[in-house]
């Protein structure tokens, strides 16, 4: 299965920890990421639940007259406490900078004070992969997600650190394409085949 994972377009938060905040996006922005996805046809187009995710989506399948599924296991990592604050606005005072310098060394180690449970954000991305891990389809899938599941997907998928994947830029609009399946062993495999910058 060819898997493309789009970040889903600007919101202008930069910086700040949307989980279950759901900010609008940005005029205009979702036209942005269409160009940087021209001339692919998709099989399916499914979305995370937040409206930033799903007004992209329905951006990047209307051409296609394709129709979005919105799939909650798509959905952001609720950052708890963080949530919806700019990392500056978190990093007040030596105690909390080292919190959140502990977050990005290993963030299922040292999550945001009651953030989402780390195996749970875990579980349910993989359960989205593995249920589009199917034998080759002629045209490939898009999910429309955020870049904490896209980072969390090409973890699982490729077997890299989680903690490595904070060198991969995964901006507003960015499109990483994998190929995606399930081994002999049932085990998720993937191959990183592209990553394109909106």
């Known amino acids: ?55 992209t989506a329905q951006a990047l399948a209307g051409a296609q007259a394709v129709p979005v599924e919105v799939a909650e296991d798509w959905a952001e990592w609720d950052f708890g406490d963080w949530d919806g604050h700019h ?34 954000f875990e579980a349910r991305i993989e359960r989205g992969l593995r249920a589009l891990a199917s034998p080759e389809d002629a ?21 890299w650190p989680l903690a490595s994947l904070w060198a991969v830029r995964i901006d507003y609009g960015t499109r990483v394409r994998l190929r995606v399946r399930n081994d002999a062993g049932d085990r998720l495999w993937g191959e990183l085949i592209e990553v394109r910058q909106a």
């Open 1 to 55: 299965m060819i898997l493309d994972l789009v970040r889903h377009a600007s919101t202008g938060r930069a910086g700040h920890f949307d989980g279950r905040t759901d900010p609008p996006l940005l005029p205009g922005a979702a036209d942005a990421v269409c160009g940087g996805c021209a001339g692919i046809a998709w099989a399916r187009v499914i979305s995370s639940p937040r409206r930033r995710a799903v007004h």
């Open 87 to 120: 990392r500056d606005a978190i990093a007040v005072d030596d105690a909390s900078r080292g919190a959140l310098q502990a977050f990005y060394r290993d963030p299922g180690a040292h999550p945001p004070p009651n953030a989402e449970p780390w195996p749970a």
């Open 139 to 159: 045209a490939p899938v898009l999910v429309v997600s955020h870049a904490g599941p896209l980072r969390m997907a090409l973890a699982l998928a490729c077997g």
